[in-house]
Each structure stands twice: as C-alpha cells, then as structure tokens.
C-alpha cells in the first residue's frame, strides 16, 4: 500500500543516472524513456517527489553564464570574455588587468583592478585621471563583481557598488519539464521545479540530498513513458557541469481522485436560496 495514498496500488521508485540517459541535451539536462510506461487508473492519481539526489560539484563559479565584461573609453566599446574556471577574488582581479592591459591602446589608458580585503569590494584605477570610462550593462559578471551598472569613472576610480561574490550558486533547481508539475518561481511563473538543492559541500566533492520529509507534488500526466530532467542554478540558467554526473530517484504514490464535496455543497445551497427567493416572489405576487 502506498504511504500517502488509499489506493490498491504500491509506490514505485525510479531510479536514474546521468550517464545512462538515453538522450543529453548537456550535462545538466538529460532524458530517459522508460521500458515499461506508469500509468494509473482512473479513479486514481499520481504524486510524485525526489526522494534522493547525488552531483559531482564540477561546475566553475566563472563560466560562459558571467564570463563577459565590457567597458567604453576613449570612443571606442570593448567586449571580452574570461576563460571559465574557479577564481579566486585576487585571480578574478589578476586576470581582468591582464585583459585590459591587451587594450590599453583602444582605451586611452592602462586600468588596473584590485581587490580590497578589508571592505570585500573591487577597485578599479586608470592612470589617466581625466579620461572617464564605463563599465556597461552587457558585463554579465556583476554579482562577483558586486556591481550595479553602468558604473562611470570618477577622476579615474570605480569601486563595487556591493560585496563581491564568488562563492558561485548557492543552490541547484532540480527540475522535471515533461510531467505537468506547477511549481512557481520568484516571478509567480510555472516552472516545473519539484525540488531546491542547498550546495553544501567543497568543489570537488559530492553534493547530497536526502530528505527527511519528502514533499509530494500531483501530476497532470496520467501515463508517464519518459522522464527529462534538468538542473539550474539560481538564475535558471543550466548547470554547466564539465562532464560531471548526477544521479537520483523518483518516487511515485498513487492516491483516490477526492470528490469535490465542499463546491458542491454549496451550489446545492445556492440553489435553495434561489428557489426560495422565487417562492417568496411567487407568494407577493399572488397576495397582491
């Protein structure tokens, strides 16, 4: 018997590995297709949670998401890119100086960009005081930045609006896009998210999941022949793994369609309230 249900039908677990998906869109979205269909009864329906969950942490907190920045000076707007990998506040900076370095010609000016310990903030300096310079908003490494763009210079300075943050995503999105599942997101949309992931471990290391409770959601799909799955970060954005895998189960309850008693017994008071009314209105009528 099922756990949560009241049905003749048993729970079913599914359980699946990244790397014997039958189908990879990328490392973090996968497909299945199940030998044998689940399907249910109609008098029954279907719930189902992520029972477990196991991930190699082998995604950088620099990747092709926010390794762009772009900067305006002199007349002329440079675009560049950063090789995705882990870096460090001191790497980050390191690295963005070598970069501008390469275009001290186009900008007018040589810019170099440290990292404040004491406040947590980056500075940016030009040696040509009287050069102003923008930071635009096609720069997508603002949060480890801690920026709020654009940023103009001030006799050659820019400090980070906010704290930098390079801890990367604090959280992994699990989500199941084919099953009907009508979670929300922050702006109210559905989005098929049956479970948030707190990262809790080191890179390199396996990042676990096992839920105590488990929180069951219904499905819309009354037959089930393929599970497609996908992982996000907390910008909704795939986790790009660099050929790391993930594994996890499903577990499904089956449960008895519940009838919708309290509607109902309210349109049959409705009912009796309107007849009434056309009672009394027949009664006024006949005594006038």
């Not at 922050?186 to 471990?201: A, L, M």
Request: hydrophobic share 35%; glycine share 4%; charged share 20%.
């Amino acid at each position: 018997m099922s756990i949560l249900g009241d049905s003749h039908l048993g729970s079913i677990s599914v359980f699946l590995q990244s790397d014997k998906a039958d189908e990879s869109i990328s490392d973090s979205h996968k497909i299945w297709y199940l030998e044998e269909l689940i399907d249910t009864e109609p008098h029954l329906n279907m719930l189902i949670a992520l029972t477990s969950f196991e991930l190699a942490y082998s995604f950088y907190n620099i990747n092709k998401h926010n390794n762009t920045f772009e900067i305006s000076a002199n007349g002329n707007t440079i675009n560049f890119t950063i090789e995705s990998k882990n870096y460090t506040a001191q790497q980050l900076a390191t690295e963005l100086t070598s970069q501008l370095a390469l275009r001290t010609a186009s900008l007018g000016q040589t810019i170099i960009l440290s990292y404040n310990t004491q406040e947590l903030k980056f500075d940016f300096s030009s040696d040509q005081l009287n050069i102003p310079y923008t930071i635009t908003t096609n720069t997508t490494m603002t949060r480890e930045l801690g920026l709020i763009l654009p940023l103009v210079s001030s006799s050659g300075k820019i400090t980070s609006n906010k704290i930098a943050n390079l801890s990367g995503t604090s959280s992994i999105y699990f989500k199941i896009n084919n099953l009907g599942i009508r979670n929300r997101d922050s702006r109210g949309k559905t989005d098929g998210n049956i479970q948030k992931i707190n990262v809790n471990s080191n890179f390199g290391e396996y990042i676990f999941y096992d839920s105590t409770e488990s929180i069951y959601y219904p499905l819309t799909n009354r037959t089930i022949t393929k599970i497609e799955a996908s992982l996000t970060d907390m910008n909704s954005n795939e986790l790009i793994m660099n050929g790391g895998d993930f594994s996890f189960t499903l577990t499904i309850h089956f449960q008895k369609v519940r009838e919708n008693i309290i509607p109902r017994r309210f349109l049959l008071d409705m009912l009796k309230m309107e007849l009434q009314d056309e009672e009394k209105n027949e009664n006024v009528k006949s005594e006038k």
